[in-house]
């Protein structure tokens, strides 16, 4: 039973697209998060969500909205798709958001703007 | 702001020791951490280290973590092919009470036979 899944595994799509990836954890934890890994490996977290609540939110640009339907599952829509968006997106779910809890990682989604 | 470094590359002959190192920034991280990445795969914790300690061992991993430097290092005993991955330093940063982890710019370690 896989604890944190995304889909798609892979995306390939147009610039100025939108596209939406989606991700479920089975652990019962109540945070979430998003991070988004470059081609030269940096990975930078994007948003975290703590019981369906937006708790972390850096900088990114507007154009990528996450959702939170429930606990377990945290979307990510991307809007006007652009170059500079390829990269893989990882999903990652913890009990909770205290730092002594273990993020567990899904294993990604490899996004490619063409 | 936050930053942490870490050496791009280690390569190392199976059965020897590895160490990676790693600088960060935030003084008031209360949590360092070691995540391992696989090829194609998301990223898995290996061991965290509370801030208030220098030292923590896990089986074939020891952590160290001097304050003062702001300096943290992974090493790993008998190293095996298995143990070929990108391995991410990352802190906690900004002291919001939330997990706000920031990551190190990842080290590849290859364990030749």
């Known amino acids: 039973d896989t604890a944190v899944s995304q889909t798609p595994k892979y995306l390939v799509t147009q610039m100025g697209n939108d596209k939406s990836i989606k991700c479920e954890q089975n652990l019962g934890h109540d945070t979430m998060y998003w991070y988004k890994q470059d081609s030269k490996k940096f990975l930078k977290i994007m948003f975290s969500y703590n019981n369906k609540e937006l708790i972390i939110n850096e900088t990114v640009p507007n154009r990528f909205s996450p959702k939170s339907p429930d606990k377990a599952h945290l979307n990510l829509h991307i809007n006007s798709l652009e170059l500079g968006d390829s990269a893989v997106y990882f999903c990652a779910s913890s009990q909770d958001h205290r730092g002594s809890y273990e993020q567990y990682f899904g294993p990604g989604t490899r996004l490619t703007v063409t | 702001g936050e930053d942490v470094e870490q050496s791009l590359f280690l390569s190392v002959r199976e059965g020897d020791s590895s160490v990676i190192n790693c600088t960060y920034t935030d003084s008031s991280s209360t949590y360092l951490y070691w995540y391992k990445q696989e090829p194609g795969a998301g990223l898995q914790l290996l061991t965290y280290i509370f801030s208030n300690m220098d030292m923590k061992q896990d089986q074939r991993l020891t952590v160290l973590l001097n304050k003062k430097d702001k300096h943290l290092s992974l090493r790993i005993a008998d190293t095996q092919t298995g143990d070929s991955a990108i391995y991410f330093c990352?802190?906690?940063?900004?002291?919001?009470?939330?997990?706000?982890?920031?990551f190190g710019t990842g080290t590849r370690l290859l364990v030749s036979p």
């Open positions: 990352a802190e906690n940063g900004e002291n919001t009470g939330f997990q706000k982890l920031v």
